[in-house]
Every structure is written in C-alpha cells, then in structure tokens.
C-alpha cells in the first residue's frame, strides 16, 4: 500500500519563473516577474535600507538572521549582489515530510508509557509545531484534564497573531503524535507527552509547500516570543535540499539562533533515502537532533524484522557530519487530521482509520515528532537541562539496531545511534557528549565554521569515520559501502559500541584542512564555495509520499 509523506516545503527557495510572451512585431516581450530573495546584512534595518534603495520590495524583515525577504527584478538584486556587506539567496520551497496504517507502537517503543506511570506527561513544557497550523479539534487542542493546551499560535505567512487552521493536514497529524490526550482502547493517550503545551506556526499552505522566508519568519516569532510561552522545544518536520554549506544557508543560520537562545530543534532527517547525503535542510545542522524513521514491520511483538524505512535519509552531511543522531518510529504512525476540511483527508481516504479523522502517515516527519514529544519528558523530569544536555543524554541512551550475530544491522550513517529510548534519556546522568568542539557563537559570527569526522574514500566510494588520533575507526558499524539493509534489526542493543557518544562529541575546525584538501569535493561531483548561491529552481518540502513501512 501507498502512504502520503507530506513534503512540507518549508527551507527552500521558490523558483519563480515563466516563459516570456513571444513578442509580436512592435510588441516588446513582457517583462519577466520579480522573484524572491533573501537578503542579509549587518542587520535588518541595513538589509531593509540596501533593498529599498534599489526599490525592491520587503515582504518579511527577518531579523533573526539580521536580514529580510524581498520581491527583487533581475537587476536590482545584480545590483544588491554587488556590494560586498550583502548576502543574497534565492527563495526555496521547503516541504513537510511523511505519508498518511493500524497498529500503535511508537509509545511502547520508545518508553513513554513507563514515563507515564511514573507522572511523565510532558507538564510545563511547551513545543512549537512549525508547519501547516493546528486543527481546533479537542483531539489535538485539549490535554488530558480537558483543558485547553494551544497557547498561541501564529500565521507567518501572512505575518499576524490569528487562528491557524491546518487545510492541508500534516501540521494537525505532527501535533497529535507530540501530544494528543486522547486515550485509545488500550488506556494510554494517544500522543508521547500529552500534558505538554503547544504552540502552533502556519509556514506552509494547504499543498504542504512554503518558503525560506515563511519558515524564518515563523522561526523569528518563536524566537522572539520564546520566554513568554515558554517554548522549549520546537518540531520542524520538513526539508529542503541542501544548497550550500549548512553556516551559508539563512535557515540554519536561524535553527542555530534558536538552539544558542535555548530551545531544543528537532528536526526531521528527510525521506530522500535510502542513498547516502541525503539529509535535508535544516536537518543538515550540526548541532541540532535530526531525526531518522524506523518501522516495526507491522510486528510490534517480533524485532527480528524491525528496521529502518527505506525513504529515511542517510548521512553523512556534506561537511561529514555523522546524520541521523537517533531514529524513531516513523512507519505508519497514527495521528488526527480533519477529514472533511484537509487536502490528506478529502484527497487521501485509503490512509484513513475506521475511526474518524485518526489517519496513517509514515515518514521522518511522524519520527522527528515522536523525539519532541520525548524531549518534552526529558524536560518536565529536569527543566535545567540546555539543549546540548537533551541531545547527549537522548543519543547517549539510544539503542543500536543488531543482527542475530551481534553486528550492527545498519552503520551510523544510516541509524545514527540508534533507536531512542526516552525513559533512559530521562534518567540518564551523560554529560559533555553533545556538540563538544562546536562553537556555535563563533559559528553563527562567521569566525569559525567546522566540519565532522566522516571521509569518503576515493577509490571504493566507501564511507568512513575517522577517530580523534586522524586514523579510520576500525570497528563494526562505521564503514559502509553504501548496501542497503532493509528491516534487518533483531533486537536495539543498549549497549552497542558507540552509545559512548563518542561520535556526537567533536567538530572539527573548517579553516583547519583537518577533513578536507582542495576545497571539499565529493565523489559525486557536488563542490561549493563560501558564496555559493542557491538555485532558483531548487525546492526544499516537507515530507513525500512514501510507502507505509
């Protein structure tokens, strides 16, 4: 059977084009439409000044990544290009990503249902859901005591505080796996931290499609309005391709502002699988937890044939950083959409349950969700705790997959640690084994930029990890010459070789040549410089349509 991943495009540039009018005699040929742009300075208001100048038209200041988006003709941003304390990148889409079958397994599998007979439900933590908007429906607005648990939710499209409903779907379905209440036939709510408060921003239309400019502008809101709904952790499942280095591209300039400012990003990895560098933007991130999608088969009883979904993205990124860090459910997942009023529900009835408006999706979307409804318990338990501490105490107790020979059934470009596990994140005491070497005020100040510990061997292709002492890791799970496993797990092993952290634990200076000879060029050709520009005809989406794994 088919599943809908929603290809959310939320971190990409649109391409705006069209073919010319053929001109008649004594006709001239119409002029080609302004197309979007985003562009940066030393800060809005310089970026504001540079693009009026020109008599450009601003659409959204954005001053989180201290610039704005702009409606520009071929010559004025020729001319804003030329001046050197300006940047400009060319408008993405950026889409959701996951797939709209039963069986209810992601609360089990990763704990929470432990967590909540101990009083873990997510209470006094509140998780912005950037995506389509939140369906009004109890299912997805009320918390378990029947209150209401939707603080505020914001429209940054059309750039105002408002009700944002969901017409496409995706964005309701991400928000009842972080946290729905409803409680299904066997007693436990539907949703990983059901307590938790939710904040919902309107960055894609009801195809799943937006642009850079929507998503900053949606993650410039979060941030200023941060301390007043105190958002801790924010859902982004969609991805755009990557289009030039993660520190050059606007939207993971402001997923870094949001992860320096405290807020714990969750990101999905992408469902462009199962081919290596796959991770899409703004999963591509270094910092930030990107996740990946596991499925039980259908066989939530037997592990043998649980493994990772042939649409999850694989790492390395392309400045060899080791993604996924951690993989979760993400097959055939249910979650609450409207049926009657959602592009999914009218267009996608064969995805829908016996039940109404309870639908089947699949994709790293559905995944990245399950980890931020984790995270959430993870922050009720120690409100303390800084994002690098969620991401080493979530990779550090993660659960590799293994084969019936004790062999790691997938390499960490493929499962990143390994499948998470909240109830031993919550009660992990791992420290400084997140980001360590990583200087993200250096990096968001353009002073440092790093790279990761992944090489691509020239002659086999093969992908590698190099140790801390510059020599390959000659251990089970680190090489891998691109074959594709497919649900070959046997059991998720606690203590597999690498839930040390060791991986997650050091970046390595760009400027050093440390990774890198002759300006970093992969195998496949792609090679990039420090002002590379995005290409207009590059989209970015949230998730696809994928199989229901």
């Not at 704005?68 to 003709?73: E, I, Q, R």
């Not at 997805?140 to 209150?147: A, E, I, Q």
């Not at 750039?159 to 009842?176: C, K, L, M």
């Not at 990039?528 to 199989?547: D, F, G, H, R, V």
Request: some cysteine; hydrophobic content about 40%; aromatic content about 10%.
């Amino acid at each position: 059977m088919k599943t809908h991943i929603l290809a959310m495009t939320a971190l990409g540039a649109l391409a705006l084009g069209g073919t010319a009018l053929a001109a008649t005699a004594g006709q001239l040929p119409a002029p080609l439409p302004p197309v979007g742009y985003i562009v940066e300075a030393h800060s809005a208001a310089n970026a504001t000044q540079a693009v009026r100048r020109v008599r450009g038209r601003v659409t959204h200041e954005l001053p989180i990544i201290n610039g704005v988006s702009a409606l520009l003709s071929a010559s004025q941003a020729a001319t804003l290009r030329q001046r050197a304390d300006l940047q400009l990148f060319v408008d993405a889409t950026v889409k959701t990503q996951g797939t709209p079958v039963i069986d209810k397994y992601a609360r089990a599998f990763v704990g929470a249902d432990l967590l909540a007979a101990q009083g873990y439900f997510g209470n006094g933590v509140t998780v912005a859901v950037l995506d389509t908007g939140l369906w009004g429906s109890s299912k997805v607005s009320k918390d378990l005591n029947g209150n209401n648990k939707v603080l505020a939710t914001y429209d940054a499209i059309a750039g105002v505080t408002q009700s944002t409903p969901d017409g496409n779907g995706h964005g309701s379905h991400i928000a009842s796996i972080i946290g729905s209440a409803t409680v299904a036939v066997d007693g436990q709510p539907m949703g990983i931290a059901p307590m938790a408060k939710l904040v919902g921003v309107k960055a894609f239309d009801d195809t799943g499609l937006g642009s850079y400019a929507n998503v900053i502008n949606g993650l410039n809101w979060i941030l200023v309005n941060r301390t007043a709904y105190n958002i801790r952790v924010v859902n982004m499942s969609f991805g755009a391709q990557p289009q030039s280095f993660y520190w050059n591209d606007p939207l993971d300039q402001a997923v870094m502002k949001l992860w320096q400012a405290g807020i714990v990003v969750v990101a999905s990895a992408g469902n462009f699988g199962p081919a290596a560098q796959t991770i899409a933007v703004p999963g591509n991130t270094p910092y930030v937890i990107t996740v990946g999608a596991m499925t039980d088969n259908w066989t939530p009883g037997n592990p043998a044939d649980d493994g990772i979904t042939s649409f999850s993205s694989t790492g390395p990124t392309y400045e060899g950083f080791i993604k996924p860090e951690v993989v979760a459910p993400g097959g055939h997942l249910l979650g609450y959409l409207s049926e009657d009023n959602t592009t999914v529900g009218r267009t996608h009835e064969e995805f829908g349950t016996t039940m109404d408006d309870l639908y089947v999706m699949s994709g790293t979307s559905q995944s990245a969700a399950v980890v931020s409804g984790a995270v959430a318990l993870m922050l009720q338990a120690n409100p303390s705790l800084t994002p690098d501490q969620v991401k080493c105490r979530l990779t550090s107790s993660a659960s590799a997959a293994v084969n019936s020979v004790g062999k790691a059934a997938y390499t960490v470009f493929q499962q990143g640690a390994g499948l998470i596990n909240a109830y031993n994140a919550v009660y992990s005491q791992a420290a400084n084994c997140a980001n360590v070497g990583l200087n993200i005020a250096k990096d968001i100040a353009g002073t440092s930029h790093y790279g990761g510990p992944a090489h691509q061997d020239p002659i086999t292709h093969n992908y590698y990890v190099i140790g801390a002492n510059g020599s390959p890791v000659q251990a089970d799970g680190y090489l891998w010459n691109q074959q594709y496993s497919k649900l070959q797990g046997y059991l998720w092993n606690n203590g597999y070789l690498w839930n040390n952290g060791y991986l997650w634990n050091n970046g390595y200076l760009w400027n050093q040549g440390y990774l890198w000879n002759n300006a970093y060029l992969w195998k496949n050709g792609y090679l990039w410089n420090q002002s590379a520009l995005a290409p207009a005809s590059a989209p970015a989406a949230t998730e696809s349509w994928n199989s229901q794994e």
